[in-house]
Nanobody, 123 residues
Framework: QLQLVESGGGLVQPGGSLRLSCAGSIFTLDYYAVAWFRQAPGKEREGVSCISSRDNKSYYKDSVKGRFTISGDGAKNTVYLEMNSLKPEDTAVYYC????????????????WGQGTQVTVSS
């Protein structure tokens, strides 16, 4: 059973940066697509970014393009989300998810989820 563990969340001021990590217990990036989602209080879960080494694709939600960067380290079975120029509207619980079906920002397509890490952007 694949297990995912997120880390790296915290409190940051507007304009600041954070790097989230998603460590997988058994997945290899050669086969799994890995995505980051976020959910703010009272809002639906939304896709932020995904990466797939198998088909060399990555996607970003429009509002994070140019600010967030997703990357993977196959040797460590870890996917990162580098977040720069953070805004208060980026505040949410961030989840990573993995699946064999390919890179998509639709949460319904993912079978494996981490427990989430809180990101708060506030002065």
């Amino acid at each position: 059973q694949l297990q995912l563990v997120e880390s790296g969340g915290g409190l940051v001021q507007p304009g600041g940066s954070l790097r989230l990590s998603c460590a997988g217990s058994i997945f290899t990036l050669d086969y799994y697509a890995v995505a980051w989602f976020r959910q703010a209080p009272g809002k639906e879960r939304e896709g932020v970014s995904c990466i797939s080494s198998r088909d060399n694709k990555s996607y970003y939600k429009d509002s994070v393009k140019g600010r967030f960067t997703i990357s993977g380290d196959g040797a460590k079975n870890t996917v990162y989300l580098e977040m720069n120029s953070l805004k208060p509207e980026d505040t949410a619980v961030y989840y990573c998810a993995a699946d064999l079906k390919g890179c998509t920002l639709d949460p319904i397509q993912y079978d494996y989820w981490g427990q989430g890490t809180q990101v708060t952007v506030s002065s």
